[in-house]
């Protein structure tokens, strides 16, 4: 089986999302990084790609240049991972997809939602397909989870909980990664609520299939002459009456990287923590908790997935390289259990937008639908 032939735009010196990318490519062995645009400067650009292995004359000054020789090309790119900031998101995607080449986008779609609602709309030639790495949907155990609550063993869902704490904004902070997450010209207008509150509302639709209806907000920016927000506290209604409640933060100290779920239904509950990721707890009502890991849920539910045998914990990087191996099977017309795509993306887009409307109106309770 020959390996797909990847390209990314972004992801040179100093970038760390894009060494991810790369790492997940690569784990299962299903693709080779054979051409780059890496960096907006010429000269970042040569050298990330040198560094990297990638050949001088597919080493590209733009992502423009890029989408037009190698769609031309016999042997040119089946895929691009684009891991620009947000800002940076649309223009490449659009020029792949209108290539004929399929994208992988790290979250979130875009910086705005015209340019979500604008790159949804583009029908990509070919048929190229499009994945967003929402990389927590990667993660055995969440998978476990989704599959329990489609089987009823939750019953019907009441009460959702989600959280995404970080503490590394706490203060004021003079890197490449704040520098950009905290720049509203190139994050959006969103700053923690766009950067991990989507995550934490991704894990909520995945694993639950909640459609929500409508929310309140409250968005705020403690550290002074922040521009973005770095903390965030939600309310969530979802269509059939369940509801839920949402905190994203990144100046909460002693939290690095807290993902974690809840959900409650007339049956049961079950509970989900990335520090622990190899771990679900599920409580029927009335019984003792169970402890359900990655061993006992293949007999159980045969969805959990691994690489490695159970008791040797799989983390970020295999969940985040899950996504990129389900993708390849998608790219070769293979079936794949539902991966985070365009719909989700823009979905993501208008939960930021209403976010921050209704923070900016007090906190009052916006639609989705009108978005």
Known sequence: MNRIRLGMVGGGEGSFIGYVHRVAARLDGEYELVAGALSSRA???RRSAAELGIAPDRAYDSFETMAKVEAARADGIEAVAIVTPNHMHFGPAKAFLEAGIHVICDKPLTSSLEDAEA?????PRNGARFLLTHNYTGYPMVRVAR?????GRLGKLRVAQTEYVQDWLTEAVDNKQAEWRTDPARAGGGGCIGDIGTHAYNLVRYVSGLRLEALSADLAAFVPGRRLDDNVHMMLRFEGGARGMLWASQVAPGNENGIALRLYGDKGGIEWRQAEADTLWFTAFGQPAQRITRASAAADIPTAGHRIPPGHPEGYLEAFASLY??????IRGEPREQLPGLADGLEGMRFV???IA???ANARWIGLEGI
């Not at 790159?119 to 029908?123: E, P, Q, W």
């Not at 599959?147 to 089987?151: G, I, L, P, W």
């Open 353 to 355: 937008t209403a976010a």
């Open 358 to 360: 209704s923070s900016t």
């Open 325 to 330: 191996r389900d993708f390849a099977a998608v």
């Open 147 to 151: 599959a329990m609550v489609a089987e």
């Open 119 to 123: 790159l949804a709309g583009i029908r």
């Open 43 to 45: 000269d970042v650009a």
